[in-house]
C-alpha cells in the first residue's frame, strides 16, 4: 500500500496530480501549493483475493497467547513441537475450513499438514 506524504511546508496530506506535459506523477498540496515529485508511481492497489484474509490478526506474540490451543504440530522451518493453533478467519464462499499453527519459538505460520489437499511449503 502506498505511503501517506505530508507537506514539508504546512504538514498537510499531499494528494496525487499528473503532470501530463512530461508524463509523470507528481505530490501536491492543496493548501500551499507545494509539489514534489513522486518516488512510487502506485497511487491505489487492489487485491480481489488475498490469502492474507485467511490468517488476519496474525502478531509475532501469538505464540505466548494463553487463549489459545496448543498442539505438538512440527513447524518446517526451525523443527520446533510447540505451537498454537486457530481456524481460518476467512470469510469468502470458497474459502476451506483450514488449521493454521503458529511457531511459538520462531512465530512461523503454516497449515495443517495432515489435512487434505495439503501443498508443503516451498
Not at 502506498?2 to 498537510?12: F, G, K, S, T
Not at 496525487?16 to 514534489?36: A, I, N, Q, S, V
Request: proline letters at 6%.
Amino acid at each position: 500500500m502506498p505511503a501517506v506524504h505530508y507537506c514539508q511546508e504546512c504538514n498537510n496530506i499531499l494528494h496525487p496530480l499528473e503532470d501530463k506535459l512530461k508524463k509523470r506523477l507528481l505530490l501536491h498540496c492543496r493548501r500551499c501549493g507545494y509539489t514534489e515529485n513522486a518516488e512510487n508511481p502506485t497511487i491505489f492497489r487492489q487485491e480481489l483475493r488475498s490469502t492474507v484474509a485467511d490468517t488476519a490478526g496474525v502478531t509475532t506474540d501469538l505464540g505466548s497467547d494463553p487463549t489459545l490451543p496448543r498442539s505438538d504440530q512440527q513447524c518446517p522451518k526451525c523443527g520446533e513441537k510447540d505451537a498454537v493453533f486457530f481456524q481460518s478467519q476467512a470469510k469468502r464462499a470458497d474459502a476451506k475450513m483450514s488449521l493454521y499453527y503458529v511457531c511459538v519459538s520462531c512465530a512461523n505460520v503454516f497449515e495443517d499438514s495432515t489435512q487434505e489437499g495439503y501443498v508443503a511449503p516451498r
